[in-house]
């Protein structure tokens, strides 16, 4: 009797929450892109009317600060169980470390970089990272001034990306773009010609390769050993 009454009920629907309405809105950024991210289609995907959410998240702005902060916290998980000293000039091979796996997590939600670009108030796991981030440079020797130009120097690449000068949508018209230029900007249509990036699941922006990426990065990390040895 008992099992017959629980079959005409149907299945068991797991009830709305803010975090299922947030992990829902990742898996359609994640598989569709942020353009795909409505409230009617994240209503979709959760079996749910459209005003149902909004006992959740207030709007479409709402939800992007709470997938900012779901990617932010995913990044925190995954940096904080690195197992790797920084004392004194080990602080490099940490900060590296850490900033590369953010960039892990990143490379999962292409998207990310652009909603974290936007948001006008900073995640408290983003603020929480780089709190974190902060303490290896201080492990290393750093003076909380030194700490603040790194971080400002380090800038979207302490989280693991770069944020590009130029930005010509999906980058595929930029080679043609230059050509008829060709007279005029000899380098850079030399440039293109001779570069470019054949690994598409490196990339976080129109020019923003795992080989470009780290290159800024440890030149930046090397000049700032240079000046944690110089005042200390």
Request: charged share 25%.
């Amino acid at each position: 009797m008992h099992v017959a009454a629980d079959t005409e009920a149907g299945p068991y629907r797991v009830p709305l929450s803010r975090d299922r309405v947030l992990r829902a809105a990742v898996r359609i950024a994640d598989e569709a892109g942020i353009g795909a991210l409505t409230m009617r289609r994240l209503a979709e995907e959760l079996g749910a009317e459209a005003m149902s959410l909004y006992y959740h998240v207030a709007n479409k702005d709402e939800v992007l600060d709470g997938i900012a902060d779901v990617v932010a916290r995913e990044i925190n998980e995954v940096v904080d169980a690195l197992d790797v000293p920084s004392a004194g000039a080990q602080w490099k091979t940490a900060v590296r470390r850490r900033i590369l796996a953010a960039r892990e997590v990143l490379l999962r939600h292409p998207w990310a970089p652009a909603v974290f670009e936007t948001r006008a108030a900073m995640s408290p796991e983003i603020l929480l990272y780089h709190d974190r981030l902060l303490g290896l440079m201080r492990d290393g020797g750093f003076s909380y001034d030194l700490g603040h130009h790194a971080l400002h120097a380090l800038g979207s690449r302490a989280l693991g990306f770069s944020q590009e000068l130029f930005d010509p949508g999906d980058g595929s018209g930029a080679d043609e773009a230059l050509a008829g230029f060709a007279e005029r900007l000899p380098h850079l249509v030399g440039m293109l010609a001779e570069i470019a990036h054949d690994d598409p699941d490196s990339t976080l922006g129109w020019c923003d390769d795992q080989a470009e990426f780290e290159f800024g990065l440890d030149l930046i990390l090397e000049g700032l050993d240079r000046l944690r040895e110089r005042s200390s």
